[in-house]
């Protein structure tokens, strides 16, 4: 009995970390997500990859890297142009999406910078964050996916991003998503995680680049 009770110590902060709460479906294109509750909070626990806006409408797929570059108005994107990687990792979206307040199915919405920072100090700070966020293991992640447990559920995947001129960088390595919230410099505020580090980097991003969506509940 004792060493039950001692074992359960151990798992009870764990298990008050996130709570797998399902699955749902979007209507516009049919994909299901897998759900995570984390604190007070519902994410998804896969990136978007809807093709459609929430009232129905076609998001443009942009494969050119010079028309890519060039854009002002919402876009989208397999990394590398490679389709099959989005089964995986999900597409790209310039922020242009995001703006639009119509990229999230019905019931979700593109968290805030405010609530990417719920979800840090919920789980501790930036310096421990990365590691309970990233998927554990080297399936996806490169060695050493330094800290990795995924003890929320989360399942970050280092899905890389497009950047301004269009090319594609650090899938494997790195992850980038995207708030809906514009900095102080023009840019727009990012959460990233890495292979090499458990910690959490916020930082500003351009707006033409392509960067993963997680969507939270409304």
Not at 114 to 141: F, N, R
Not at 195 to 203: A, I, K, L, T, V
Request: hydrophobic content about 35%; proline content about 3%; charged content about 15%.
């Amino acid at each position: 009995m004792k060493r039950n009770f001692i074992l359960l110590l151990i798992l009870f902060p764990i298990i008050l970390k996130a709570q797998l709460i399902g699955t749902f479906t979007d209507y516009s294109d049919g994909n299901t997500y897998k759900t995570v509750k984390i604190g007070n909070q519902t994410w998804m626990a896969e990136n978007l990859k809807t093709t459609h806006y929430k009232n129905g409408n076609a998001i443009p797929k942009v494969t050119d890297n010079t028309v890519w570059a060039a854009l002002a108005t919402g876009a989208y994107c397999d990394y590398n142009n490679t389709p099959a990687s989005s089964a995986t990792y999900g597409l790209l979206y310039n922020w242009f999406t995001v703006n639009t307040g119509n990229l999230c199915p019905i019931g979700w919405h593109v968290p805030s910078d405010a609530e990417w920072k719920i979800l840090i100090t919920y789980l501790g700070d930036e310096s421990i964050v990365g590691g309970k966020l990233k998927e554990a293991g080297l399936a996806h992640w490169v060695t050493p996916n330094t800290d990795a447990t995924n003890e929320t559920g989360f399942t970050a995947l280092p899905c890389g991003y497009r950047a301004s001129n269009g090319t594609y960088y650090d899938i494997g390595t790195n992850g980038y998503w995207w708030s809906s919230t514009e900095s102080s410099t023009g840019g727009v505020w990012n959460m990233h995680l890495t292979y090499d580090s458990g910690n959490e980097d916020r930082y500003s991003g351009i707006m033409v680049g392509g960067r993963s969506v997680r969507c939270i509940k409304d």
